[in-house]
């Protein structure tokens, strides 16, 4: 995994090259290849920086490490709307240089990820090498005594012995993973259909609406990617604490609500001369629902649902269910817009509702659990008749008695 993030750095190279010679050469051609590779970048960064931090982590601090991924995510989008300014370089002539600002994390990841060690599950696993896996455990904890950790690692090895890497359609055919892929799908869904992209991109209008000049609509802008960013660090300091399910629903329960109240706000802004200020104060309150739960959380299920044949190809098929559910909204959204006017938040409304339903009913906790004992669990909410763990899967043992 640590390769592979080291190798997706040549996307942000090249794309910031582009970048940044696209003006100089009067080429728009340069800024659409250059968007290419960075989505490119994004799409295999995003899935699997969550999953070396998981995989590395220890149990007790699992949800911890990986809702960071959250918190730059965060930090990105804030670091891009201050850059973005008209004051640095959001004008017109310093716009290669903001493009080509990715360069940046790229050269960071590239001198530093070198000296940091591969996730110790894929080199007992998937690798087969205990002296390395047992130096990365030390490395990684900064103590010798990881005896206990490695014996949890061994008893997965053996539960996944014999087994070979998933890849992603078959997780749609194997029983074993109902609840799990269905957790993935509709909860991946509803992170991207619950309509917080939607709402940057409506918070202009309603900002100008609630009588902020237009010069000054930007920096109220910021102000929305720093309420993301909070919500983001609090939820990494309290997820060990009260668990993933309570932060998913208390995030989308909250985004319904406020959701409705904004709905409310936009069909009565024109009788009370207070109702854009109400709007506005929706919008903030919207992201910051979104950034206690689903924000973070969402992205680390891939990791504690699936086992460690079967991880890859679940963040396979999250990223691309939340890509193209992306993607779907961006191309959707105007048209909610003019077709439903006031009420565009409605079905983004219905989605959150669903959110919280399945989250409450659906999907087990998995707070301060090895992943055997999620596996465990698991295989017991998909085969409820069985009381038995998931079957061995090593190597046949024959007994024979000869008279």
């Known amino acids: 995994m640590k390769k592979s993030l080291l190798v997706n750095n040549i996307f942000v190279v090249a794309a910031a090259t582009l970048f940044g010679f696209s003006r100089t050469a009067g080429s728009f051609e340069m800024i659409m290849l250059g968007r290419l590779l960075m989505g490119i ?12 931090l998981g995989e590395s982590a220890p149990k007790e601090q ?28 959001g004008g017109p002539q310093a716009w290669p240089l903001l493009l080509a600002s990715c360069l940046v994390p790229g050269v960071l990841q ?31 904890r900064g103590t010798t005594e990881v005896m206990v950790e490695l014996a949890e690692l061994e008893e ?20 074993a993973l109902r609840r799990q892929v269905i957790s993935l799908v509709v909860l991946g869904s509803a992170m991207e259909l619950c309509g917080n992209d939607s709402i940057y991109a409506y918070a202009s209008s309603v900002f100008l609406e609630a009588g902020i000049p237009q010069e000054k609509v930007q920096y109220a802008i910021v102000g929305t990617g720093c309420c993301e960013l909070l919500t983001a660090f609090i939820s990494c300091v309290v ?16 985004m319904t609500c406020w959701g409705s109240v904004f709905t409310v706000a936009l069909c ?11 709007a506005m104060s929706c919008i903030f309150a919207f ?42 909204v961006g191309l ?72």
């Open 239 to 254: 997820i060990e604490r009260v668990g993933r399910r309570v932060l998913l629903m208390g995030g989308y329960c909250l």
């Open 332 to 403: 959707g959204f105007p048209f909610l817009m003019e077709g439903l006017s006031h009420f565009l938040y409605v079905p983004f409304l219905g989605v959150c509702v669903c959110g919280a339903i399945y989250t409450a009913f659906f999907l087990p906790e998995t707070k301060g659990k090895t992943f055997l004992e999620i596996s465990e669990e698991l295989h017991r909410l998909n085969f409820p008749g069985q009381s038995q763990g998931p079957a061995w899967k090593g190597p046949e043992v024959i007994r024979s008695t000869e008279l």
């Open 41 to 52: 970048s994004a799409g295999v960064s995003m899935n699997i920086q969550p999953m070396y």
């Open 156 to 175: 997965e090895r053996t539960a996944c012995q014999g087994g070979r890497a998933r890849r992603p359609w078959e997780l749609f055919q194997d029983g």
């Open 62 to 89: 699992r949800g911890t490490v990986a809702m960071t991924s959250a918190i730059f995510t965060a930090l990105g989008i804030v670091m891009g709307q201050v850059v973005g300014l008209r004051e640095l370089l």
């Open 287 to 328: 992201i910051l629902s979104f950034g206690i739960g689903p924000a973070g959380v969402t992205g680390i299920l891939a990791t504690e649902l699936f086992d460690q044949k079967a991880r890859p190809a679940a963040y396979m098929v999250c990223g691309a269910i939340m890509w193209t559910m992306l993607f779907l």
């Open 110 to 140: 590239l001198a530093s990820l070198p000296l940091l060690p591969e996730s110790p599950r894929y080199l007992l696993i998937d690798r087969g090498d205990s002296a390395t896996c047992l130096a990365a455990l030390q490395r990684l």
């Open 268 to 278: 009565l802004q024109s009788s009370f001369p207070w109702m854009p200020y109400l």
